[in-house]
């Protein structure tokens, strides 16, 4: 992925990142000062937008947000609004341009006092930002505790106050905000549960810090949308044939057949020229009659891998799915790690979800091992603590961080699936999704993905943006039939969800 103009709208900064930008910003000559007032300004922007004329307190912290708080809290002022103003610091340790608005407020400043929530009908969360380091302790924790069980509107500056902007983790207790405003660009933190919940509506809000800085950074992270990936998106050739769009092979399992039966249909409807579903004897009759469009290659019991090897022989088979309904029990597990490793050692592009993850529970080295081509892993929580226990969610690791360090342990694309599916790449690289609705969170849905991930390797996007366009596809769809969805309905939904987004992105194309 290059760090075209293009892209840059959906960079998201770590809070060091930010300081970053910020410090280059005032080497290209904007002044701190102006930054922080222009952030004030912004939150009074967008708090006047959502509100009407109403009683505010404004709680600002020791730090720089604090400081935001002071420029806010005198701009309400000066357009009528009743305002209140408590201080948890001391002007002394304020930065130079925090201590100047703190001049400038013409009000008085309170010390920090659940009282002053009695007539209060808006708060505005100025305590803490980026500079967060631990959880809110005495009368910032008091406050927010008194905030949260009163139920009163907050607009927080950044984030909301306890949330790690680059985690999305609640360093303890929290006030959920109704409306966040950040500044120049998204934090990871805004994207990523829990964080993202506690922001409410979140409003991304220019500066003034010049766009030219970001050149100056190494950036790895984004949120998932076809700016990514539009360009390298797999249209038919006017003159092409179904061989241009490449063969799928999906593995289906003996006993859970509709999984492999979604994943196949899946890729189909997102384009694979050819669907081939391998199923093992017992269960070929269930397939041969379930599916059409979609080939059924019989694997004889006493030589399945043998057969699946067959299947591959063909050098046109170029993408490859495993795990949905492959099974687990007993002698299934092992022919489950067979078939997978049957499948990598082709090199070709493979998906692996479900059983072809938990085959590897008690020896996932085998699994990265045998990773010598391009793959797609896409495990829930439960299969990626299984697949990798020393990153599972009980230790620190944050969502982020864990798909990155996976990746870069396995050698594969990992999609690490949730309400915020974050993909990794093996180079460090992560795209956090952000458009799937709660919907999707429904039997099969996972399926789905995986077909549309092999779907679109099949006609031969590099893995990562296969998983992107995957992900924010499923999500898409899920929108698209909203509630009420089962996972059949996701890939029929789906030409209608490209129909848009090719009217949208290729407004020209045939
Ligand atoms: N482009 C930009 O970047 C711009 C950024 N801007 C704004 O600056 C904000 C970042 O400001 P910031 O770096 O001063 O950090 P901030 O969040 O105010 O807190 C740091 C202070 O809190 C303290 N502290 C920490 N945890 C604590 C705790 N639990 N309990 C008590 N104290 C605690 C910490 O003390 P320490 O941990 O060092 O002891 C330190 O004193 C950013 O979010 C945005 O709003 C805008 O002005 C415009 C341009
Ligand atoms: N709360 C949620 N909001 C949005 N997407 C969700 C939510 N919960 C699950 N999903 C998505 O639904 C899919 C579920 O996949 P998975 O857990 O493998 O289910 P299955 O094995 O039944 O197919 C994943 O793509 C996941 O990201
Ligand atoms: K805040």
């Not at 701190?32 to 952030?39: G, K, V």
């Not at 004030?40 to 006047?48: E, H």
């Not at 992560?430 to 995986?450: K, R, W, Y």
């Not at 998983?467 to 596809?473: K, Y």
């Amino acid at each position: 992925m290059e760090h075209t103009h293009k892209q840059y709208s959906s960079f998201l900064l770590t809070a060091n990142e930010m300081g970053k930008a910020d410090q280059a910003a005032v080497m290209a000559g904007v002044s701190a000062m102006d930054l922080m007032a222009a952030a004030g300004k912004v939150v009074v922007d967008a708090v006047v937008n959502r509100w009407s004329k109403r009683s505010v307190l404004v709680l600002c912290g020791p730090g720089n947000n604090g400081g935001d708080g002071f420029v806010v809290a005198q701009h309400l002022r000066l357009i009528g609004w009743p305002v209140r103003l408590a201080f948890l610091g001391s002007v002394d340790t304020f930065s130079t341009e925090a201590a100047h608005f703190y001049q400038a407020w013409q009000g008085e400043v309170d010390t920090f006092s659940t009282d002053l929530l009695d007539q209060t009908e808006l708060v505005i969360d100025a305590m803490f930002g980026a500079g967060l380091s631990r959880p809110l302790e005495g009368k910032a924790r008091d406050m927010v505790d008194a905030m949260i069980a009163r139920k009163i509107p907050v607009c927080a500056i950044d984030v909301p106050s306890g949330v790690d902007g680059t985690t999305g983790a609640a360093l303890g207790l929290v006030a959920p905000a109704e409306l966040t405003v950040t500044f120049f660009r998204k934090k990871p933190g805004h994207l990523l549960f829990p964080g993202r919940e506690l922001c409410g509506e979140l409003v991304v809000a220019d500066i003034g810090i010049p766009e030219a800085v970001l050149d100056e950074l190494t950036l790895q992270t984004w949120e998932n949308s076809p700016e990514l990936w539009y360009e390298n998106y797999p249209w038919p050739r006017l003159d092409g044939h179904k061989f241009h769009r490449g063969h799928a092979v999906v593995y289906g399992g003996e006993t859970l057949t509709g999984a492999s039966r979604l994943t196949a249909r899946s890729a189909m409807r997102i384009g694979a020229g050819l669907v081939t579903l391998a199923a093992p004897i017992k269960a070929w009759t269930v397939y041969a009659t379930a599916l059409t469009g979609v080939m059924v290659a019989k694997l004889e019991l006493s030589q399945e891998s043998e057969d699946f090897d067959m299947v591959l022989l063909d050098p046109r088979h170029n993408a490859i799915a495993v795990g949905p309904g492959a099974g687990l029990a007993g002698f299934e597990s092992i022919r489950t790690r067979k078939i997978v490793l049957a499948a990598l050692v082709t090199g070709r592009a493979t998906v692996l979800d479900a059983d072809a993850l938990s085959a590897f529970a008690s020896d996932p080295q085998t699994l990265f091992d045998g990773i010598v081509g391009p793959c797609v892993m896409t495990p829930h929580e439960g299969e990626f603590a299984r697949l990798f226990p020393s990153l599972n969610q009980s230790h620190a690791e944050d969502k982020l961080s864990r798909a990155r360090l996976a990746a870069k342990q396995s050698g594969a694309v990992v999609v690490l699936k949730g309400a915020d599916t974050v993909i990794a790449s093996p180079n460090g690289r992560v795209i956090i999704n952000s458009n799937a609705p709660a919907e999707l969170a429904t039997g099969g849905s996972g399926d789905v993905l995986a077909g549309f991930i092999v779907g679109l390797l099949a006609q031969g996007l590099e893995p990562f943006y296969a998983a992107a366009a995957a992900v924010w596809l499923h999500g898409e769809v899920g929108n698209e039939v909203g509630v009420g969805l089962i996972a059949e309905d996701l890939p029929d939904h789906l030409p209608k969800v490209l129909s848009v987004f090719k009217r949208q992105y290729f407004p020209t194309k045939k």
